[in-house]
T-cell receptor
């Protein structure tokens, strides 16, 4: 089984709808992240969490919110989806140890289309 | 703040050609450096990493050396294969910040 899973893998929705993307991990990592990927723009950080009680905004948090329900779960919500939020969304995890150096492990991605 | 600049693509090579993808960084501390690869339709996976100056990371025939004096971490492979076609991301990490990624370089290898 995959260490970092994302659901759904694909989603098509309409403008104004509320959408939740979910991420679960079995790696036991404290740190979790949400990124979006757009062609030619690389990965941009939306939100990150270094432990269950910690939530931090990233580069492009406007229009998004997150919830860290447990160490293993980190959800991303779009309260009112708009077409320019059409993108590929990735969840990632990491753990800072002497051997990992904060290496991040990525989920398979969720392709979101907002019509 | 910290930043990563990598060469823009796309890069198109013939099979068995030599590959270099340039990556330079700006950081206030002593970050760890990473190369990630994204194959079509997949998420990112770690290709190699280096954690201190002069370290060489290597994996699957790819290599990159952490050069503090030139703030660079260029990715190289002596003989690329069609299966190396992917998007490559350079990234850096300070212990208490998320990874900072470059914009990615798309590599296409033709037979």
């Amino acid at each position: 089984d995959a260490d970092v899973t994302q659901t759904p893998r694909n989603r098509i929705t309409k403008t104004g709808k509320r959408i939740m993307l979910e991420c679960s991990q079995t790696k036991g990592h404290d740190r979790m992240y949400w990124y979006r990927q757009d062609p030619g723009l690389g990965l941009r950080l939306i939100y990150y969490s270094f432990d269950v009680k910690d939530i931090n905004k990233g580069e492009i948090s406007d229009g998004y919110s997150v919830s860290r329900q447990a160490q293993a779960k980190f959800s991303l919500s779009l309260e009112s989806a708009i077409p320019n939020q059409t993108a590929l969304y990735f969840c990632a995890t990491s753990d800072l140890t002497a051997s990992s150096y904060n290496e991040q492990f990525f989920g398979p991605g969720t392709r979101l289309t907002v019509l | 703040g910290d930043s990563v600049t990598q060469m823009e693509g796309p890069v198109t090579l013939s099979e068995e050609a030599f590959l270099t993808i340039n990556c330079t960084y700006t950081a206030t501390g002593y970050p760890s450096l990473f190369w990630y690869v994204q194959y079509p339709g997949e998420g990112l996976q770690l290709l190699l990493k280096a954690t201190k100056a002069d370290d060489k990371g290597s994996n699957k025939g790819f290599e990159a050396t952490y050069r503090k004096e030139t703030t660079s971490f260029h990715l190289e492979k002596g003989s690329v294969q069609v299966s190396d076609s992917a998007v490559y991301f350079c990234a850096l990490s300070d212990p208490n910040t998320p990874l900072v990624f470059g914009k990615g370089t798309r590599l296409s290898v033709i037979a």
